[in-house]
């Protein structure tokens, strides 16, 4: 009955497993948004150009989901993805709340967590989250 609400469902154990697993994809989408923000600034300050460097990833070990689809709206201009600055914060503050409970003593997630307290001071937490390339 559920493959009526989405193509493919997975049970992943008791019950709140799926809803932590959500916030760790999350999780995995805010470090590659900042990746991916980090590279395409790096690549336009060394003068490529963005339709090459995009294609250039695109075809190679670095791409993925977030670079094949924000990457579009940070090179077009648009940066809505209808995401929130403020959003992915409190996913990423949940990651992080999850790994505190289990004892993972991580480095990335709290970075990106001042990564984004940083972008919300700067550009209010309403902004879209692609917008934090506008940080670097």
Known sequence: MLTILGRRVLHTGVLGTASALKVVTNFLATA?????????????LAGMDMNVAFEGIKISSGNSFVHETESQVILNG???INF????VLKDIGLFQGIADRVGAKLDVSPLLIEIFKDGIAKYGGGEWSPNIIRRI
């Open 32 to 44: 590659n948004l900042v990746s991916v923000a980090e590279a395409l600034t790096t690549c336009q």
């Open 78 to 80: 648009s940066r809505d």
């Open 84 to 87: 929130t600055m403020e959003l």
